[in-house]
């Protein structure tokens, strides 16, 4: 069975603080990564080597991260790694002239790319979570039940009304009834779509003729919600760990949740399934006399003279003397300064942080501060 993916590299931009410079795939994730590694790993390491990925806005960052995509295996002359410039929407009373704004429109416009592939089946994926997902077990029992779609999805607590998530109701066998979010949610355990479908490329294209026909606008109710009542759609169960990010704060709750050794035994530690990324050289990590680190992550290329206390650190991240820093998410190339005390703060890249300063922020609701802030 021969696979191409079609990433949604904007999808899920719910997060505007990290998101104003950058697209939510390339937002920086456990002191090295990209959002994107998870779900780009996830793909490589199910054998599939031809990836296109639908930019939307604010791609360099992506881009930069991406390059030719040789960090992943996916520098070939045939297939590789297609990066998808920004379309203009073909639906609205603007069409042509504006860029699309949703899932769902970025792929009718995708529509000629995907029918001059060789492909027979696609793999459809968001950015925005964090798991290692076997993709290859997904495509295995995809091709052996015949399904014409399969979505694979995470059983978890849901609260009613959660906007969020998207619930996938299926029978004994696996076969999907319904797809349903926001108001029509009960609170209680459900099986939620963790945002990555294998579908037939026929069923795919059929779909979105019906779509573009009806002008729906709506990726869960239009096409998955409608398509399980005409078609043979299937649930992929997976079992290990799986967040989504849609919020600051969840962000800052899925990051700490990597100083837990068994979060990151199911994410790093899966045997044939490393995330990758880009590689950068850098020195190690500078742990100067009289310096203390307690359960934290940190990166290559930091230089600790004072105190962090569970906080993860990226590269290149200056801690000065009498310095406490707890509870925080310094990106690359953050200078803290001598005498500062920080709690529950998200600094952005290459923000500086002036001698003496006190700044506190609290779980629900870190403090955030921008790319090149100077406090």
Known sequence: ??????????????????????????????????????????????????????????????????????????????????????????????????????SLEGLLNARNYLESSSEDTVILSDCDTVNNLDVGALL??????????????????VEAGNRNVEVVRSDGTGRVSDVYSGNDITSGRKDVSMRLFAVSKRVLLNLLTDVSVHRYTDIVHDLLARGAKKYDFRIYRHNGYHRMINSLAEYFDRSMELLDDNVREQLFRVP???????????????????????????????????????SILFRGVHVGKNTSVENCILMQDTTVENHVYMNCVITDKSVRIREGRVLSGHQTKPFYIGKNGDV
């Not at 190690?284 to 230089?303: F, H, Q, T």
């Open 272 to 310: 044939g399934r490393p995330v990758l990324t880009k590689v950068h050289n850098s020195v190690p990590a500078d742990y100067k006399e009289g310096s203390l680190v307690r359960n934290s992550l940190i990166a290559d290329g930091c230089v600790i003279e004072g105190n962090v206390e569970n």
């Open 140 to 157: 295995r029992q995809h091709e052996e039940t015949g399904a014409d779609l399969t979505i694979a999805v995470y059983r978890m607590m």
């Open 1 to 102: 069975m021969s696979t191409i993916a079609l990433l949604f590299a904007g999808a899920g931009n719910s997060v505007p603080e990290l998101t104003d410079i950058r697209s939510m795939a390339s937002v920086p994730f456990g002191c090295r990564y990209r959002l994107i590694d998870f779900t780009l790993s996830n793909l490589v390491n199910a054998g599939i080597s031809h990836v296109a990925i639908l930019t939307q806005h604010n791609y360099q960052s992506l881009m930069d991260h991406l390059g030719s995509g040789k960090e992943w295996d996916l520098a070939r002359r045939n297939g590789g790694l297609d990066i998808l410039p920004p379309f203009f929407t073909v639906m609205g009373p603007q069409a042509g002239v504006n860029l699309f704004t949703s």
